[in-house]
């Protein structure tokens, strides 16, 4: 597609409840990666994915965040008995390789509510 | 420990009224300094790299300059729709996903 695109725009959840988020990157590119962005915080990195390679996962915060990337394209991050402290904006970037160096492209995000 | 830090957190400016926004870091053998602009409700967009101290880069009236220390956002006669959350990022010494800084929110009044 022409951009990274990432479902839901916005999830209301309950407490204790799971959810999922997904995100298409731009097609060809190979890195995929995961951020959190809370009220007056800075991105907060949480997972990279970079073609049939094992992902980073050393910015997810525990054990209830999951993510996955089918056939290298789509990806799903779950979020498990969510909590209050969940609620943010969770935006996907891609990129065409797996390096740091290189251009990020933004989703619009997906902004969690937890109640 | 890597670390990016972007001043003023905050900064409002009279439209035409130029000025300039910090972003420090700390990581070793830099590999590329990333500015990007993020409008509310939107994900973060692209604006420069830089790679070397003395580089700069322009584009319309933003430019960007690097030392060995720092990066400079300088805005020069801004217009209202320069208002956004402006961001500088960095790669780790290690791993591939970029260190942001908190950003600075600018607002540039009529």
């Known amino acids: 597609g022409a951009g990274v695109s990432q479902s839901p725009s916005n999830k209301v959840t309950e407490k204790g409840k799971d959810v999922e988020l997904r995100c298409d990157p731009i097609s060809g590119h190979t890195a995929l990666y995961w951020y959190r962005q809370s009220l007056g915080q800075g991105l907060e990195f949480l997972i990279y994915f970079q073609g049939n390679s094992a992902p980073d996962k050393s910015g997810l915060p525990s054990d209830r965040f999951s993510a996955e990337r089918t056939g290298g394209s789509v990806s799903t991050l779950t979020i498990q008995r969510t909590q209050q402290e969940d609620s943010a904006v969770y935006l996907c970037?891609?990129?065409?390789?797996?390096?740091?160096?290189?251009?990020?492209?933004f989703g619009a995000g997906s902004r969690l509510t937890v109640l | 420990e890597d670390q990016v830090t972007q001043s003023p957190e905050a900064l409002r400016l009279q439209e035409g009224e130029s000025s300039s926004l910090n972003c420090s870091y700390t990581v070793s053998g830099l590999r590329g300094l990333f500015w990007y602009r993020q409008d509310p409700g939107k994900g973060p967009e692209f604006l420069f790299t830089?790679?070397?101290a003395g580089e700069e880069k322009e584009k319309e009236r933003l430019k960007a300059t690097l030392t060995k220390k720092e990066s400079f956002l300088h805005i020069t006669a801004p217009k209202p729709e320069d208002s956004a959350t402006y961001l500088c990022a960095v790669p780790p010494n290690s791993g591939y996903a970029l260190n942001f800084g908190k950003g600075t929110s600018l607002l540039v009044t009529p």
């Open positions: 830089l790679y070397s």
């Open positions: 970037a891609s990129s065409r390789q797996g390096s740091g160096a290189n251009v990020l492209t």
